[in-house]
T-cell receptor, first 113, second 112 residues
């Protein structure tokens, strides 16, 4: 079974630009979660989608948004990039219940200059 | 707020010795606790979870964790450490709808 894939793996953007990251979950998984990892703040939850509906959202500004498609693939978008948005963005998939573990992709390393 | 704490930034252990990586939790209701490991330039890999039942949970790569309700702890253990176990370890709690709240991480260094 293929794992979680994320594209692109690396990205360099300039302040003020916007960026879209993509995540393909494990086949059969309907839940996709997004996390931001930085040295200063650690791992922080961004949002979770299940069957195309956002079920949960972390404490991030509205510049961070996401969506999920009918095939469970998910995208997250960051508009008006700031230097502080430089981070590793991780996507995770699961069946969607709190009892189940999440499987993480390799991440997208975003650098904002 | 539900949270987990990892009191040690780094744990050093010699290969072949037992290892323990500590985690304490603050959760209202039943805790759904997880351990993940992260190798350099990689995503997180699931090791094990506690949902309910036996307090000793066995996971991947020979790791196990002991759930202790009275001490609100969920320490990760391995009887005999390998150099290849050197990595960053995260304890996490599921607070609902797949929101994982992570600890700050503990770097494990296993020396030959």
């Amino acid at each position: 079974k293929a794992g979680v894939t994320q594209t692109p793996r690396y990205l360099i953007k300039t302040r003020g630009q916007q960026v879209t990251l993509s995540c393909s979950p494990i086949s059969g998984h309907r839940s996709v979660s997004w996390y931001q990892q930085t040295p200063g703040q650690g791992l922080q939850f961004l949002f979770e989608y299940f069957s195309e509906t956002q079920r949960n959202k972390g404490n991030f500004p509205g510049r961070f948004s996401g969506r999920q498609f009918s095939n469970s693939r998910s995208e997250m978008n960051v508009s008006t990039l700031e230097l502080g948005d430089s981070a590793l963005y991780l996507c995770a998939s699961s069946s969607g219940t709190a009892l189940d573990e999440q499987y993480f992709g390799p991440g997208t390393r975003l650098t904002v200059t | 707020a539900q949270s987990v704490a990892q009191p040690e930034d780094q744990v050093n252990v010699a290969e072949g010795n037992p290892l323990t990586v500590k985690c304490t939790y603050s959760v209202s209701g039943n805790p759904y606790l997880f351990w993940y490991v992260q190798y350099p330039n990689r995503g997180l890999q699931f090791l094990l979870k506690y949902i309910t039942g036996d307090n000793l949970v066995k996971g991947s790569y020979g790791f196990e964790a002991e759930f202790n309700k009275s001490q609100t702890s969920f320490h990760l253990k391995k009887p005999s450490a390998l150099v290849s176990d050197s990595a960053l370890y995260f304890c996490a709690v599921n607070t609902g709808f797949q929101k994982l709240v992570f600890g700050t991480g503990t770097r494990l260094l296993v020396s030959p």
